[in-house]
Every structure is written in C-alpha cells, then in structure tokens.
C-alpha cells in the first residue's frame, strides 16, 4: 500500500524515537530502573503513535 500524502519528517522522527526508546528501555528493565522506566515506554508509545497519526 502506498500513501502519497504521508508526512515522511514526522514518521521518520517517530521511528526513530521508538528505537531509542526500546533500546534505553531494554537495560532500564534488566537493571530494574523503577522511575526511568516507564519514561522510556511512553517515549517509545509516543513514538508508535506519531508513526500511526502520519498515515491519517
């Protein structure tokens, strides 16, 4: 499916904050970081829905 109207600055930007997020996320969990970890989750989540709000 290809969308001609998408805005590529912002799903690029959201992207891009998820994988960082998720890659902070990852030893925020292991080292059982109690309030920087849910800081990275809505980081990443935020960055799921910028991904989703350019496709509308």
């Known amino acids: 499916m ?3 109207t998408v805005d590529q600055s912002v799903a690029l930007l959201g992207a891009q904050m998820f994988v960082i997020a998720r890659a902070v996320y990852m030893p925020l ?4 970081v109690p309030y920087l970890r849910p800081i990275a989750w809505v980081v990443g ?5 910028m991904m989703m709000s350019s496709l509308l």
């Open 29 to 32: 969990y292991l080292f059982a």
């Open 45 to 49: 989540m935020s960055g799921i829905l």
């Open 2 to 4: 290809i969308v001609e």
